[in-house]
């Protein structure tokens, strides 16, 4: 059984989408739940349960994208005893502990292809089989399913989001709800504050309201409640408004940098007196001095010169023909 959890919210894009759940919730046909992260997909299939005519029978819920296909498949379709080691005992799926009541998939795209394929034939039929097991199993439930990706461009089995997608609620984003980031915040820095077991909250200062409402929120509404709660809870004076909204909680620290690996020094060259031949004749006294130092430090061995040089042996030998070094190594 489910009790109705409010979504607060006054915005056009959140009433439409209320009135979309309401018009939708009767129906016994699966639903897709289109959002990003933290738009309260979940809260969304409860309503959607609780206005439907199974609101007094079991709503289950399960993240597909939390569990790895062998654990999600044993616990959606449930297993018989000997399926695999450990297997002791038959263990009841999912969808039999929710037998005329509702399922919630969330993350849906995330389940295997051999899970979505067990799953279509429980939308069509209703039926399954146990992990390990041939007795096929009859359910009646309503499949209410959530994601944040577009499963039409991925690899998702196109004829089972066919049918998941009878209709789809779009969740919007906290940033498309226009006047709702006060309306939240205000619901969740009392509940703070009822939390911490202080009479009242003071309110938010204009620039603290004006921080929040500038906020791009990319985490959504999940991302708002944490920021509340988090800056309620660390606020100096309760009795006064709070005024430090607290967005990263990480602050100023950063990861250490990744020190590169020391690399050999190159010998260093010898001492090179200004010359009267200008830039280029500087430069090339550095070179070949350079050379020299090099050769006399691998003691004339022009491999190991070349790699303290970080040159290849042909290089080195140009240029040591180029300052006329070749003939005396």
Same mark, same amino acid.
């Given at each position: ?194 939390? @911490? +077991?202080?009479?009242? #909250? $003071? ?5 603290? *309201?004006?921080? &929040?409402?500038? %906020?791009?929120?990319? !985490? ?74 090099? @050769? +006399?430090?691998?003691? #004339? $061995? ?5 790699? *303290?040089?970080? &040159?290849?042996? %042909?290089?080195?030998? !140009? ?11």
């Amino acid at each position: 059984m489910v009790e109705l959890t409010n979504i607060i919210g006054e915005s056009p894009a959140i009433q439409a989408m209320l009135a979309h759940v309401s018009a939708l919730a009767p129906l016994q046909r699966p639903v897709l739940i289109l959002g990003e992260r933290g738009t309260g997909k979940e809260l969304i299939a409860n309503r959607l349960t609780f206005l439907s005519p199974r609101w007094n029978r079991p709503f289950l819920t399960i993240n597909c994208g939390s569990l790895s296909e062998s654990v999600l498949d044993s616990e959606l379709f449930g297993h018989e005893a000997g399926a695999f080691t450990g297997a002791i005992r038959r263990r009841a799926s999912r969808f039999e502990l929710a037998d005329g009541g509702t399922v919630f998939l969330d993350e849906i795209g995330n389940a295997s292809q051999a899970v979505q394929e067990k799953l279509l034939r429980v939308i069509e039929y209703g039926a399954f089989e146990r992990v390990g097991g041939n007795a096929t199993v009859q359910v009646d439930v309503r499949i209410i399913a959530g994601t944040n990706t577009d499963l039409r461009h991925t690899g998702f089995r196109a004829d089972l989001l066919d049918r998941l997608a009878f209709d789809v609620i779009l969740a919007p984003p906290l940033r498309e709800r226009a006047g709702d980031v006060m309306l939240l915040a205000r619901h969740f820095a009392a509940r703070m504050t009822a939390e @911490l +077991g202080r009479n009242f #909250f $003071s309110g938010f200062t204009q620039g603290a *309201a004006d921080r &929040l409402i500038a %906020h791009d929120w990319p !985490g959504n509404v999940r991302e708002l409640r944490n920021v509340v709660e988090r800056s309620v809870y660390r606020m100096d004076d309760p009795a006064k408004p709070l005024d430090d909204i607290i967005l990263d909680p990480f602050g100023t620290f950063s990861a250490p940098s990744v020190m590169p690996s020391p690399t050999p020094s190159l010998p260093a060259p010898a001492p090179v007196p200004p010359t009267p031949g200008g830039f280029r004749e500087a430069v090339n006294d550095y070179e070949r001095a350079l050379l020299q130092s090099a @050769l +006399g430090e691998a003691r #004339f $061995s022009q491999k190991h010169a070349a790699t *303290a040089l970080g &040159l290849s042996y %042909h290089q080195l030998r !140009g240029l040591l023909k180029k300052h006329g070094l070749h003939t005396s190594v």
